[in-house]
C-alpha cells in the first residue's frame, strides 16, 4: 500500500533494519505502548515480581541480534526454510534477549489447528512436548493466530527451544514472541494556548480550513486505538461506542478485563512500577500523572467546531470509536492485534461483532522492533476489509524501520515537524515514513505544541480541560482525520488510493529533515481537492556512523511505544 517498492528493493521489509541505540526497561515482551515521548505505561506483568527488562524479542535462531525494547530496535531474521522434502519451516520474528510468557502461532490454512481451538490445544502440548515445555492455548486473536501461554517467564535457552519446536512443525506458518507496544503521545505543557497553528498557519500548518469547504468528514468513522477515552464536552458529541480490549486486569487499571466500556480509568505510575531497565534503574525513575492520550488524540480527529469554545477537529463531523489496547505500563501485541481487527469489522472470538466498522484506524502507539508477522496479519486484514491505518512514526529519532507498527507494510507511517516546518527533534524518519503532519515541540515554548482536548486528573479521571503534547502521536492524527475527509468526498475510495492521494498532495518541507520525511508536509486543501504538491526532495546521507538519539526529553534512552509523545507536562486552563 505504500508504493514506496523501489525505494525498498525487492526485499521489502524483510530486509535488515538499523537498530536505534538504547536499552528499555525489561518488561515482558507480550505489550505495545502509545508513542509517546514521556515514561512507558503500559504492559502489565501478567505475574507479579520484578521485571527484568523490555527487550525486542529476538525471534531467529540463526542470526539473533538482541535488542531493547523502544532503546533497542527488534531485528527480525526470519529463519531460512531448510531443503528437504518436509514442508517450509514455520518464520519467526525477532526474538527477545529477556523472559517471554506468551506466544502467538499462525497455523497454515489447510491445518486442523487453524480451525478448531482444541486442535490448537492438542498440537501446542505436542509440539513443546517433545522439547520438555508445557504451554496453553489461551484464545484466538482475530487474525486466526493462537495465543499460547507459556506458565512462565522463559529465559533465552529455554525460549530458543520452544521456537525451534514451533518452527519445526509443518502445521505452523510462523511463531513470534506476544510483544509489549506502548503509546506514542506528548507530554502536556503549562499554557492556555488557543491557537491552533498546526491547522491554518501558512508556514508549517496542514492547510486544514480550505478543506472545510468541501469535507468535513460526516458519515465517516475513525477508530482511535489508545489509551481509551474521558468524558470531554468539546468532543463528546462525536464519541460513539467502543470497547476495551485490555485482557490483563492489571494493566486494565478498571478492575475487570475485556469488555464493551472503553472509559480510561487513567493510567498513571508510582516509581518503579513497571519493573527496572537494564541497568537496575527503577521504571518509572519518578511518579507520573494520568496522560489522558486517547482523549487528545481524538480531539485533533474529530472535535466540535464553531461550537463557540476549545478546539477545532480535523474532521469535526466524523464521529471517533474509542479502542482501548493501553493502560498501566503500556499494551500487548495480542491486544492490539485483536483491536484492530475488530475495530475494521473482523471477528474477534469472545467479543460481540462491531456494528459500526471504522473507515480510519489511528494507533499513536508503538515499540521496538520491525514488524512482526502478527501483527502485519491483522494490518492486511483490515486494509482488505477497505480500513485506513494510520500510524505515529515514532519519537526515538531513529529510523522508524525499527519501530512496530511504523515499520508495517499497508499502514501511513506519519513523522513530526515542528512550527518551523522541520522535522521535530524527537520524531523518527527513514524510508518507512509516508507523510509528515504537525507534531509539535514544546521545548522552546509550549505555544509550539498541538493543542487538544484532555483531563485535569494526575490519577483519576477530574475535570475536562485542554493541553498542549508534542509527539509523532500527535502528528498521526492529523492524517487520520485528512483520511476521514477523503472518504466522505469519495465514497468507496480504497485505502491505497487514500494513502496516494495524500502523498501526490503534499509539498515541500518549509524546514529541514534529514533522513527521510516521505512525500512531504501533508496539505489537507490540496488533498480534497485533488492538487499535486511540490514533491520532498530526496533526504541528505544520514552521517555513518549515526549519531546515537539523545535521551530527550526523559532520562528514558529513548520514548517508549507509549503515546508517542514528548515535553514537559502542564496543564492549561480550559479554553
Not at 524479542?57 to 541480534?65: D, G, P, Y
Not at 481487527?341 to 474477534?348: I, Y
Not at 498542549?468 to 469519495?490: C, D, E, N, V
Not at 487514500?498 to 509539498?507: F, T, Y
Request: hydrophobic share 35%; with cysteine.
Amino acid at each position: 500500500m505504500r508504493g514506496r517498492a523501489a525505494r525498498r528493493g525487492a526485499a521489502g521489509r524483510t530486509r535488515a533494519h538499523r537498530t536505534p541505540g538504547g536499552s528499555r526497561p525489561t518488561w515482558p515482551s507480550s505489550a505495545l505502548h502509545p508513542l509517546q515521548s514521556r515514561t512507558p505505561t503500559g504492559v502489565h506483568p501478567r505475574k507479579a515480581g520484578t521485571v527484568t527488562g523490555f527487550r525486542p524479542l529476538r525471534i531467529s535462531l540463526v542470526a539473533a541480534a538482541a535488542a531493547t525494547l523502544l532503546g533497542g530496535a527488534i531485528v527480525p531474521s526470519l529463519v531460512t526454510p531448510t531443503a528437504s522434502a518436509a514442508p517450509p519451516a514455520a518464520d519467526s520474528d525477532a526474538a527477545p534477549s529477556v523472559a517471554v510468557e506468551r506466544l502467538i502461532v499462525g497455523y497454515k490454512s489447510k491445518s486442523a489447528a487453524a480451525k478448531s481451538n482444541a486442535e490448537a490445544e492438542k498440537n501446542t502440548r505436542a509440539t513443546l512436548k517433545k522439547a520438555g515445555h508445557s504451554a496453553d492455548f489461551e484464545r484466538r486473536l482475530g487474525t486466526g493466530a493462537a495465543l499460547i501461554d507459556l506458565g512462565d517467564k522463559l529465559g533465552q535457552k529455554d525460549l530458543d527451544e520452544v521456537l525451534a519446536a514451533f518452527e519445526a512443525n509443518p502445521d505452523v506458518a510462523y511463531v513470534v514472541p506476544d510483544r509489549r507496544v506502548y503509546a506514542m503521545a506528548a507530554e502536556p505543557n503549562d499554557s492556555l494556548y488557543k491557537q491552533q497553528w498546526d491547522l491554518f498557519e501558512s508556514t508549517a500548518g496542514m492547510n486544514v480550513p480550505g478543506a472545510w469547504d468541501k469535507a468535513t468528514g460526516k458519515g465517516v468513522r475513525v477508530a482511535v486505538i489508545d489509551t481509551g477515552h474521558v468524558a470531554h464536552s468539546d468532543v463528546a458529541a462525536n464519541v460513539i461506542d467502543g470497547y476495551d480490549f485490555i485482557s490483563d486486569t492489571r494493566v486494565a487499571n478498571d478492575g475487570d478485563g475485556r469488555d464493551s466500556d472503553a472509559a480510561d480509568p487513567g493510567d498513571w505510575l508510582t516509581a518503579g512500577e513497571c519493573g527496572t531497565d537494564a541497568h537496575g534503574n527503577p521504571v518509572p525513575a519518578n511518579d507520573t500523572s494520568s496522560s489522558w492520550h486517547g482523549t487528545h488524540v481524538a480531539g485533533t480527529v474529530a472535535a466540535a467546531t464553531n461550537n463557540g469554545k476549545g478546539v477545532a477537529g480535523i474532521a469535526y463531523d466524523a464521529t471517533v470509536q474509542p479502542v482501548r489496547v493501553l493502560g498501566k505500563c503500556g499494551g500487548s501485541t495480542s491486544d492490539i492485534i485483536d483491536a484492530i481487527t475488530w475495530a475494521s469489522g473482523g471477528a474477534v472470538q469472545g467479543v460481540p461483532d462491531n456494528p459500526k466498522p471504522a473507515h480510519v484506524i489511528n494507533m499513536s502507539l508503538g515499540g521496538n522492533g520491525a514488524c512482526d508477522q502478527g501483527t502485519q496479519s491483522a494490518i492486511d486484514g483490515a486494509a482488505g476489509r477497505g480500513t485506513t491505518v494510520v500510524v505515529a512514526a515514532g519519537n526515538s529519532n531513529a529510523d522508524a524501520a525499527g519501530f512496530t507498527p511504523s515499520s508495517c507494510d499497508k499502514v501511513i507511517s506519519v513523522a513530526a515537524t515542528n512550527r518551523d516546518g522541520s522535522l521535530a527533534r524527537y520524531s523518527n524518519y527513514g524510508d518507512v515514513v509516508d507523510i509528515a503532519a504537525p507534531g509539535g515541540e514544546t521545548h522552546v515554548s509550549p505555544e509550539d505544541g498541538i493543542l487538544s482536548t484532555v483531563n485535569d486528573g494526575a490519577r483519576e479521571p477530574g475535570g475536562e480541560t485542554y493541553k498542549a503534547y508534542q509527539g509523532t502521536s500527535m502528528a498521526a492524527p492529523h492524517i487520520a482525520g485528512l483520511a476521514a475527509l477523503l472518504y466522505q468526498t469519495k465514497s468507496g475510495i480504497s485505502p491505497a488510493d487514500v494513502e496516494a492521494a495524500i502523498k501526490k498532495s503534499a509539498r515541500a518541507l518549509p524546514g529541514t529533515c534529514n533522513g527521510g520525511c516521505g512525500a512531504g508536509l501533508a496539505d489537507a486543501t490540496a488533498t480534497v481537492t485533488g492538487k499535486s504538491g511540490d514533491p520532498q526532495p530526496d533526504p541528505e546521507p544520514t552521517p555513518d556512523p549515526e549519531p546515537e538519539p539523545e535521551p530527550w526529553p526523559f532520562p528514558w534512552p529513548e520514548p517508549w511505544p507509549w503515546p508517542w509523545t514528548g515535553g514537559d507536562n502542564a496543564s492549561t486552563p480550559g479554553a
